[in-house]
Structure formats: C-alpha cells, structure tokens
C-alpha cells in the first residue's frame, strides 16, 4: 500500500510523457492515488487521455486556466465524479516566445508580462479557488513548480523569472490563506529538464550542461526526482511542511562558487 492511497489527485497540466507534470502523476499512481487531469485544448485532449488511460484513469477534463467558466466547469465536473478532493498539481506556465529571450528589457512588453503573470502565478490563485471546497475537512495539498529564476537571473529567462517570483509569493500568501482550513500549499524549484516546455528557452542546453558539471551531484535532476518530492510533499508523511519551496536540482541552488574538477588544488 502506497502512501497516498485512498487520496484523489488532479495533475493540470500534463503537456506529454517528457513533462514534468508527467513524472509526478507516476509517483501518486505509484504511491495509490487515483488521478484525474486536465487538457487545455482538443489538440492535447487524445495525447492527454491516452498518457491517462496508461495508468488506469479515464478522468479527463477541458481546462483552460485563462478562462474562469473553465475553471469553474472543471471543479464542478470533480466534484459531480468524486465528491471530494485530496491534491492539486498546478504545472502551468507560460509566456510568449519574445518573452523567453534575447533582451529582457527589449522583450518584456506590457502584454508579454501580462500573460506570463496570469499564466504562470494567478492561475493557481484561480484553481485554489476552485479546489479549496473540495478539500473541506481533509488534509488537503496544492503543489506548484517554480524555478530558480524566480530569485536569480538566468539568461533568457527574462519575463518568466518575474512570473515565477509571484508565483513563489503566491504559495506563501495562499499558504498564510487555506492553511486554518487544513491545506497546505507548497512549491517544487527543480533543475533544469529536458521538457518541451524547456525547449522553448533560449540556450537551455547550456543550462543542463553548466549545472551537471556545478552542482554537487553533477547530474541534471529527472522527471522520477521531482516526482518523488511531489508525492512526498501532497501526502501526509509532509503534513506539517506548508509555504515552502523545495529545490530539487541537485543541490545547485546552494552553490557560490565552483572551479574545473582538472583544475589544481
């Protein structure tokens, strides 16, 4: 028996096998916890109902997170199948591509920092909404996915660091918040990972480069890592860990200096 059997969990979004959302829906079913998920769009619907059928839940639905009816239908449509909720997954970010590059100054219009803040950190504020009803009188958990430029500049991150700083914020506010209702809200900075998603960041090859050889593990994390500290996180084995933000990168985040393993003592 797993340790988060008997909870109900909803990943939103779950772009492909190679997401990070992905390998965290593997270690709840893993660890016993029935699954639902989102897809944003029609395009993404078979992907998403297929990766979701692959581990035996046929609980799918639309979401948008830019559209409060959405938001609103999905929670209704859980709460009609389940009755109740134990977990939120919130794995959703996004900014235009001029935003994810080049000059942050030259590139960071105000449209661009609006989509990437409503995105990338109100939306979760508008899923706590939805799912903190459902949660009433269980130990319930939200879980969010942050990066370390949200404290630290990384090229080519640029609007995406500002979004993922509100994002940060927002665990602590919402935490301060749903914590008196028995929720918990935490956050997971993971190491960089081949993701489509990260596909979309200017010189990301380097980034995975640069931290396998800098951090102290001197390898890039896996889906299979942040997917273990997530499932730790939303069960109760966690239960009195709330507003944080837990960096699973191995161990890169706490370096201040390093030099070339050749390089002489």
């Known amino acids: 028996m797993g340790f988060l059997s008997g909870k109900r969990a909803f990943i939103v979004g779950v772009a492909s096998d190679r997401s990070i959302a992905w390998g965290i829906a593997q270690a709840m079913h893993r660890e016993g916890a029935e699954l639902a998920f989102s897809y944003v769009n029609e395009k993404m619907k078979e992907r998403v109902e297929t990766l979701a059928a692959s581990i035996g839940s046929t609980l799918t639905v639309p979401l948008d997170v830019t559209d409060d009816a959405q938001i ?3 929670f209704a449509h859980l709460q009609r199948t389940w009755g109740h909720l ?7 970010a996004f900014a235009p ?4 590059s080049g000059s942050f100054v030259e590139n960071t219009s105000r449209e661009v920092f609006r989509i990437a803040h409503d995105v990338s950190s109100y939306s979760l504020t508008a899923l706590a909404r939805g799912a903190a009803p459902l949660m009433a009188g269980r130990a319930g958990a939200l879980l969010t996915l942050s990066y370390l430029g949200a404290v630290r500049s990384i090229p080519s991150y640029n609007v995406m660091g500002l979004a993922k700083a509100s994002l940060e914020a927002n665990v602590r506010f919402l935490a301060a918040d749903l914590g008196p209702r028995g929720i918990r809200v935490n956050g997971i900075s993971a190491g960089p990972i081949k ?3 990260a596909a979309g960041i200017a010189g990301f090859r380097k980034m995975l480069n640069r931290v396998a050889e800098v951090s102290p593990l001197r390898r890039n994390v896996t889906q299979e890592d942040v997917g273990n ?3 730790f996180l939303c069960s109760e084995l966690a239960g009195g860990i709330t507003g944080e933000i837990l960096y699973v990168d191995g161990g890169f985040s706490t370096v201040g200096m390093s030099f070339p393993d050749t390089e002489p003592a």
Do not use: K
């Open 72 to 74: 609103e239908a999905a």
């Open 86 to 92: 134990d977990i939120l997954v919130h794995a959703v």
């Open 97 to 100: 591509r001029e935003g994810v």
């Open 195 to 197: 993701t489509l998603a």
């Open 229 to 231: 500290a997530a499932a």
